[in-house]
């Protein structure tokens, strides 16, 4: 296993258009996260799944945002009618279990709205 | 309000020093990370933290928790270059929050 995949690694977009992240998780691992890293903070918590149920969501995901994982594997995080404000890093990480599991992070999409 | 403080935001060290990061978080938890972030690249767990008093070490990084305090330190003992990096810790407050993270650069 190459551990966890996201497509596309970079992305450049205008505002106003809707963009389609796509992360695949380490086989196996029942939870999924997103999180949003912008230049020198912290990663910050979108969302997450246990299988294909999303348990959790953050405040800062607007009706803009929306994530799923149809079948429990790979999972998708869309942002509508995209503005400057949503350039950042996109992080995408996986865990076998809960979050007493060791959560393993993808590469990463980078968004710029123009 | 969810918040995880780290301590300091930046650190210029030399090589052969040691040196502690401190995580402070404002809700009982007791389930604490720490990553290293190299520039431009993705995060990288170090340490996974479950109970009060654990401890955890690789290498020159030792890691421990206080739950009772509120507390995590990350210890480096005798810097080497190649530590430097961004180090980041986490808690799970009900979703995970993460610190601003801990700029480390290691002089030779």
């Known amino acids: 296993d190459t551990g966890v995949s996201q497509d596309p690694r970079h992305k450049i977009t205008k505002r106003g258009q809707n963009v389609t992240f796509r992360c695949d998780p380490i086989?196996?691992?029942?939870?999924l996260y997103w999180y949003r890293q912008t230049l020198g903070q912290g990663p910050e918590f979108l969302t997450y799944f246990q299988n294909e149920a999303q348990l959790e969501k953050s405040r800062l995901l607007s009706d803009r945002f929306s994530a799923e994982r149809p079948k429990g594997s790979f999972s998708t995080l869309e942002i509508q009618r995209t503005e400057q404000g949503d350039s950042a890093m996109y992080l995408c990480a996986s865990s076998l279990g809960d979050s007493r599991d060791t959560q393993y992070f993808g590469p990463g999409t980078r968004l710029t709205v123009l | 309000e969810l918040k995880v403080e780290q301590n300091p935001l930046f650190l210029s060290m030399q090589e052969g020093k040691n040196y502690t990061i401190y995580c402070n978080y404002s809700t009982t938890s007791d389930r604490l990370y720490w990553y290293r972030q190299d520039p431009g690249k993705s995060l990288e767990s170090l340490f996974v933290?479950?109970?009060?008093?654990a401890v955890k070490q690789e290498g020159r990084l030792m890691a421990s928790l206080d739950t009772k305090a509120r507390l995590s330190t990350l210890h480096i003992t005798a810097a080497v270059h190649d530590l430097s990096a961004t180090y980041f810790c986490?808690?799970?407050?009900?979703?995970?929050?993460f610190g601003k993270g801990t700029r480390l650069h290691i002089l030779p």
């Open positions: 986490a808690v799970d407050m009900g979703k995970i929050i």
């Open positions: 933290l479950l109970s009060n008093g």
């Open positions: 086989s196996e691992h029942n939870r």
